[in-house]
């Protein structure tokens, strides 16, 4: 006879829930107990049983709207000692960062970018984007300018809306 053995199985298959007596988390309530929302098909995210005053909802303020549960946009920061990798009299823009590799296209347009004041700036540049105000003080410093920022913040929402 020939020796060939089986390979050991390293994990049990999962149990069938609901599938019958034999499948060893089946018949009457399979496992979920009796009654309630729980023991149905889909319970919302944000369930939390029968507490009502302690609830987590109770405890925060109203925020009316469609997307009051989506997380806020926050822009994708970019410090100074990144843009020394830029030619130096370039205008700092998206499609500069983007060509670079500094940031992805898709999510500088999603979310937008914003310098902040992070190292030492080295060269002349001009930035089209919103920055903070040690940034700007930087950019100055190294003979640098910069755009004023709201015309730059439209044409961020300009870019983000193609």
Do not use: W
């Amino acid at each position: 006879m020939t020796d060939i053995k089986l390979p050991k199985l390293k994990e049990k298959s999962k149990k069938r829930v609901g599938r019958g007596y034999g499948s060893g988390r089946g018949g009457h309530t399979s496992g979920r107990g009796q009654k309630g929302q729980k023991s149905r098909s889909r319970i919302h995210v944000l369930f939390e049983g029968v507490k009502v005053k302690k609830s987590l909802i109770k405890k925060l303020p109203f925020q009316r709207g469609k997307g009051k549960f989506k997380p806020g946009k926050k822009p994708i920061i970019v410090n100074l000692k990144y843009l020394n990798i830029l030619p130096a009299g370039s205008k700092v823009n998206l499609e500069l960062l983007v060509k670079q590799k500094i940031v992805q296209k898709k999510d500088a347009e999603m979310f937008g970018v914003k310098i902040l004041g992070d190292g030492e700036l080295k060269k002349k540049l001009t930035i089209c984007l919103p920055i903070s105000k040690s940034a700007t003080k930087k950019v100055e410093k190294a003979g640098g300018s910069v755009e004023s920022q709201k015309t730059s913040e439209t044409n961020l929402k300009k870019t983000s809306k193609k």
